[in-house]
């Protein structure tokens, strides 16, 4: 991805942060947004950063919406299976150690917060590539299974 596709990412996310802020939405406000969001990028990247947000924080803002898509998808998924095991009451809680093998320490923690986020886990720690689970529906102990299990299609999105 070229770098004017990523300053062009980043300013409509700015500029969608501006608009939330402000509860509405009128064309001066979407312009004032833009103008801002393009002056708070260029200012920021020549005086705090030393560098550009494309080198220092790349993103693809079309991957994150399908990731989101796909949490959405799993959050659901994972409820409803959710909801069935504690109406029958086949609830089995435990607390397991699994492993990642995301070197990435913010996809780790967005590994981390989308376990959490998934009804039947939570993730208590992560330390390095560890994390601690609180999980519902205990099948295994074993960290590689337990890992499969939690964080399989998860992990491999990211």
């Not at 919406?65 to 086949?90: H, M, P, R």
Request: glycine content about 6%; some cysteine; charged content about 20%.
């Amino acid at each position: 991805m070229s770098k004017r596709l990523y300053d062009l990412q980043l300013t409509l996310i700015f500029t969608t942060v501006w608009l939330v802020l402000f509860e509405k939405i009128s064309p001066i406000l979407c312009l004032s947004g833009l103008l801002v969001s393009f002056s708070a990028i260029r200012l920021s990247e020549r005086f705090f950063l030393g560098q550009s947000y494309y080198r220092r924080y790349y993103f693809n803002l079309f991957k994150i919406i399908a990731y989101f898509i796909f949490l959405i998808k799993e959050i659901y998924i994972s409820g409803f299976s959710t909801i069935l095991k504690i109406i029958t009451g086949d609830v089995h809680t435990d607390i397991v150690t699994i492993n990642t093998e995301l070197k990435d320490d913010f996809k780790k923690s967005i590994l981390a917060n989308s376990i959490t986020l998934t009804p039947g886990t939570v993730t208590l720690d992560l330390k390095g590539q560890e994390l601690k689970v609180l999980w519902l529906d205990v099948q295994t102990k074993h960290p590689s299974r337990a890992g499969h299990i939690i964080k399989g299609r998860l992990e491999r999105k990211l």
